[in-house]
Nanobody, 120 residues
Framework: VQLQASGGGLVQAGGSLRLSCTASGGTFSRLTMGWFRQAPGKEREFVAAISWSGGSTYYADSMKGRFTISRDNAKNTVYLQMNSLKPEDTAVYYC??????????????WGQGTQVTVSS
C-alpha cells in the first residue's frame, strides 16, 4: 500500500487546512487510517484515527473539537480537516494505514508526510 499525503502549507493562527491522504495498491476500504504528526525536536504523536467503515473515530485530546477525520472509500482517500489552528500545531503530518485502529504508531504503512506551519 502506498500513501500520498497532501494539503499542508502555511496558515495563520485561527485558520484552517484540510489534509488529504490517498492510498493505492491495496484494499483501502479494509484499512483503518490514522494521522500522526511530528514537530521539530519532538516525538511523533497521535492525531486521529478512523475505522475502515468510518463509523468509529478517535482523537488526541488536544485535537478534539478542532480536527475532524473522515474518509471516502470510493476515492481511497482519508481527510483531516483542521480548524482553529494554533502555532503549536506546526509539524509534519503523516497518514498511516493498518488493519487495526490504534492510537499507537503500529500501523503497517506510512505516507511521506506533509508540512503544516501555523504562524502567530
Amino acid at each position: 500500500v502506498q500513501l500520498q499525503a497532501s494539503g499542508g502549507g502555511l496558515v495563520q493562527a485561527g485558520g484552517s487546512l484540510r489534509l488529504s491522504c490517498t492510498a493505492s495498491g491495496g484494499t483501502f476500504s479494509r484499512l483503518t487510517m490514522g494521522w500522526f504528526r511530528q514537530a521539530p525536536g519532538k516525538e511523533r504523536e497521535f492525531v486521529a484515527a478512523i475505522s475502515w467503515s468510518g463509523g468509529s473515530t478517535y482523537y488526541a485530546d488536544s485535537m478534539k473539537g478542532r480536527f475532524t477525520i473522515s474518509r471516502d472509500n470510493a476515492k481511497n482517500t482519508v481527510y483531516l480537516q483542521m480548524n482553529s489552528l494554533k502555532p503549536e500545531d506546526t509539524a509534519v503530518y503523516y497518514c498511516a494505514a493498518g488493519p487495526v485502529i490504534t492510537r499507537f504508531d503500529e500501523y503497517d504503512y506510512w505516507g511521506q508526510g506533509t508540512q503544516v506551519t501555523v504562524s502567530s
